[in-house]
């Protein structure tokens, strides 16, 4: 174990797996709003494009818990307690955002509008994790428990009110969706695999302080992610209403 990290230390690996994750992100929206667009025939809903969509939003959520973790263990180490009211302003902060999106996005596209994505699934996460902070093998066993439950209410229909845990009527859609089953399952394996990866907030395993050079970039995008989430989508359209004029129906 390396005792020497400083428990202020940002852990370069965690910084470059969450910049991985935030360029594969921009790339498939890039794809996805081509075809959504009508701009070129490319097939998200399947095969490789949905398979990609997928790795990356494991990847990216899994980290929501490991960052957790070890903020956790920090928080411990250096004040011998941790404050809830840091993740539950936080994951409200986030929360906030995810309604946002909710908000503009039911202005500006109306039907497919976001009413539970990835930031609503990441703020709620962040407000219950706690629970499981220093419980690894309790984080395990509901993490397993929460994908299994996400297999069994995929073909539940019912209210448009419970769309937040998996259950929705059987026309919904949406452009972006996180339900709680099974994506909360991902946090705490995350959390989990931060517990024995990170005991006390230090590695397991042994990492140089600093990044490799070939990994700075990603790992400035990892370190920067919540901005560059909230940002690249109007970038991207911005440059494909500029690319290919009237392509994007709600620009002028």
Known sequence: MTTSD??????????????????????FHIV???????????????????NFALLTAILF???????LNISY??????KGQFSYIKYLKRGLGILALGFLITGITYFLIGEGFIIFGVLHCIGVSIIVAPLFFFRPRISLFVGLIALGGGYLVSGIQGSLWLAWIGIHPATFY???????????????LGLTAGEYLYPKGLRVFSFGHRPPMISQPVSWLGRHSLMIYLIHQPVILLILAFMFPGSIWFFP
Not at 32 to 50: E, Q, T
Not at 73 to 78: A, K, P, T
């Open 73 to 78: 263990n920090r928080s411990v180490s250096q």
């Open 32 to 50: 996805f709003d081509l075809s959504y667009f009508s701009i070129l025939p490319m097939n998200v809903a399947s095969g490789f494009w949905r």
């Open 174 to 188: 949406t452009l972006d969706y996180f339900p709680l089953l099974p994506w909360f399952g991902v946090v705490l």
């Open 61 to 67: 959520v899994s980290l929501v818990g490991t960052s």
């Open 6 to 27: 400083s428990s202020s230390l940002r852990y370069w690996e965690i910084d470059s797996l969450r910049g991985i994750a935030v360029l594969m992100m921009v790339i």
